[in-house]
């Protein structure tokens, strides 16, 4: 290994990421370890403020665009140079953990901080991005951030997104952008030369293989849906049940007819209902209204196709008495990384000597859209029985900070190309 990259995996501070993460943990903190980080909230802020403030002391520079992307630059020789990029999210599911998203950005940061503190000399400057909104748990769909950012979706179609309270995505977006003190603007669609996400690995591989990296080669494909089934409120003691026009009994059997739809004796397919609103959700009146949401996941590009295509057709054979609107919200194929990049992690991983494997990544990332745009690759660390969206989520000290150095090894070699 050259030595100034040497230098600069040396000064990665295991301490410092782990206490990082600890502090970050405080903001949204909910019982049993958990966070609760929604995107465009109080706590979301505070996220960003505490990231400025630790950002603040280095020389870097700091820019927002109109989505709330964060973007913390290191500087270049080449001012012409495009950046190499890295990052993941500060929002969390609602019932999250203490390391999914955030791991990513605090990695990236303890990567720009150990090559400043190496004083390395880059030819690409290397950024730290803050994507908004990752979960998609507050405002649907997730990946939001990265989608606008390279242009996959405009945002002037999102800013009507409602919250479960009916919070206008375009207000909260609004309050986000104007308590987050960034001095620059950055425009969206910038170019990027190469990005590297890095993240806990939220499934029980490399724990169970006693390896400390994962080569992520590629994300697999992902399509959610609202459904809204729409009946008729009548009294629930009077009104006799052959009569009514139910929403929640339609769209209960719309979702079983959509498991029978995912079944899968592979166990490849991923199907969930995860949401559900009711109107008027009182235990004395049939449901006039409900909205449910489908997620559906598989890697191969045939199977994902055939199963989005027929979520619509199943929904309207289940559903006999109501009406029915379903709203594809996103669509994302299945993704394969550029083989250059995905080649320097492992490169990285084996010049540290860490245990590493290959592996596709079951959860969708902001690399998905980054990949759409220039060479992308991923890093995953184990976590904790593989437990995710979910309090209990917990990764070692030590993995984080190995992930870092593969990172930091990885950008060093990419920002000088
Ligand atoms: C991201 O959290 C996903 O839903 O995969
Ligand atoms: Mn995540
Ligand atoms: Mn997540």
């Given at each position: 290994m050259r030595e100034d990259i040497q230098d600069a995996v040396g000064r990665v501070d295991q301490q410092r990421l782990w206490d990082r993460h600890m502090e970050m943990a405080r903001i949204g903190a909910i019982p049993g370890n958990g966070v609760n980080r929604a995107a465009f909230s109080k706590e979301d802020v505070a996220a960003r403020k505490l990231l400025l403030s630790w950002v603040r002391r280095r020389n870097f520079t700091v820019a927002m665009d109109a989505i709330g992307n964060?973007?913390?630059?290191?500087a270049g020789a080449d001012s012409r140079a495009a950046p190499v990029?890295?990052?993941s999210h500060m929002d969390s599911q609602p019932r999250g953990g203490r390391f999914d998203g955030i791991y990513g950005v605090l990695a990236g940061l303890e990567a720009l901080e150990a090559i400043e503190e190496a004083g390395a000399t880059t030819r690409h400057p290397i950024e730290l991005v803050a994507w908004s909104n990752e979960e998609g748990g507050r405002f649907a769909p997730c990946t939001m951030g990265s989608a606008v950012y390279t242009g996959a979706k405009p945002l002037p179609d999102l800013l009507e997104v409602r919250d479960n309270e009916g919070v206008a995505l375009k207000d909260a977006l609004a309050q986000t952008l104007a308590a987050t003190p960034a001095p620059g603007k950055r425009e969206l669609?910038?170019?990027?030369?190469?990005?590297?996400?890095?993240?806990?690995?939220?499934?029980?591989?490399l724990e169970h293989e006693g390896k400390t990296i994962g080569i992520v080669t590629g994300i697999q494909g992902l399509r959610w849906f609202n459904v809204e089934v729409f009946g008729e409120t009548a009294h629930a003691g009077t009104t006799p049940?052959?009569?009514?026009?139910?929403?929640?009994?339609?769209?209960i059997a719309a979702i079983n007819a959509l498991h029978e739809l995912t079944r899968d004796s592979a166990g490849t397919v991923r199907f969930t209902v995860g949401r559900m609103l009711v109107t008027p959700n009182s235990p004395n009146s049939v449901p006039s209204h409900v909205l449910f949401s489908v997620d559906v996941r598989?890697?191969?590009?045939?199977?994902?196709?055939?199963?989005?295509?027929?979520?619509?057709p199943t929904v309207r054979n289940a559903v006999k008495r109501c009406s029915v609107k379903v709203t594809p919200t996103l669509h994302d194929d299945p993704c394969a990384f550029d083989p250059k990049v995905v080649d320097c992690v492992e490169r990285a991983a084996q010049a540290l000597k860490l245990p590493h494997r290959r592996m596709p990544s079951g959860a969708s990332h902001d690399a998905m859209y980054m990949a759409r745009v220039c060479p992308t690759g991923m890093i995953f660390v184990p976590c904790e029985k593989g437990i995710s969206h979910n309090e209990a989520e917990n990764a070692k000290p030590e993995d984080l900070a190995a992930g870092a150095r593969v990172l930091t090894v990885a950008l060093l070699e990419l920002a000088n190309r």
């Open positions: 964060l973007f913390i630059r290191r990029m890295t990052g669609n910038a170019p990027a030369a190469a990005y590297i996400e890095t993240h806990i690995e939220q499934g029980p591989l049940v052959e009569a009514r026009k139910d929403a929640l009994r339609e769209a598989h890697p191969d590009p045939a199977t994902i196709a055939r199963l989005g295509d027929a979520i619509e």
